[in-house]
């Protein structure tokens, strides 16, 4: 059984302010969970993608699922059979970016910094780098298309998002 702590309160001091602030200023926009736009984006977790800003859509309008390396796992796979069958996910976009740390070294090499910086042997993690985004992405893709509990009609891209420049380019999968 997991043991409980108290909130900690002064590490996320800011956040709680910032989200009093938020409240103050809240309207329920009436929005479901359902995806408006019926498209789901496969990106990364890097702070410098606004994938929502990327594409040119507004809050309700997509499905977003975000990962080290925009990597369709088989968490990401799990949460396209919900989207797809029960959130109006139609199509997906796979939006790998470039200056990824995960496509600028192996599985070795963030095992060794991260035990070098703390301490940590995480070799019992995969990280799921990529020595090639743009072949990685026509795999990526791939497995999304052909997975057995998404919908044949499902329509699946890829893309790489430029973090210095903004644009996004297809990327034929």
């Known amino acids: 059984m997991a043991s409980q702590q108290p909130f900690p309160l002064a590490a996320f001091a800011d956040v709680l302010a910032a989200n009093a602030r938020h409240v103050d200023q809240f309207q329920d926009s009436g ?9 789901a984006i496969v990106t990364c977790m890097d ?12 809050p309700g309008d997509v499905k977003i699922l975000r990962n080290a390396g925009a990597r369709v796992t088989d968490d990401v796979l799990r949460t396209l059979v ?9 199509r997906v976009l796979v939006m790998p970016h470039t200056d990824c740390r995960m496509a600028k070294g192996d599985e070795g090499d963030i095992h060794r910094l991260i035990n070098e910086r703390s301490g940590v ?4 993690l995969r990280f799921e780098t990529v020595q090639d985004q743009h072949a990685q992405l026509v795999l990526d893709v791939d497995a999304i298309r052909i997975h057995r509990l998404l919908p044949k009609s499902l329509i699946v891209a890829g893309a790489i998002y430029d973090v210095h420049s903004g644009e996004m ?5």
């Open 121 to 124: 042997d995480t070799t019992s």
């Open 169 to 173: 380019t297809p990327v034929d999968c």
């Open 82 to 90: 919900l989207a797809t069958h029960l959130l109006g996910v139609e």
């Open 31 to 39: 929005l479901s969970g359902f995806a408006r736009q019926g498209l």
């Open 47 to 58: 702070s410098r993608i606004d994938p929502l800003a990327v594409v040119g859509m507004s």
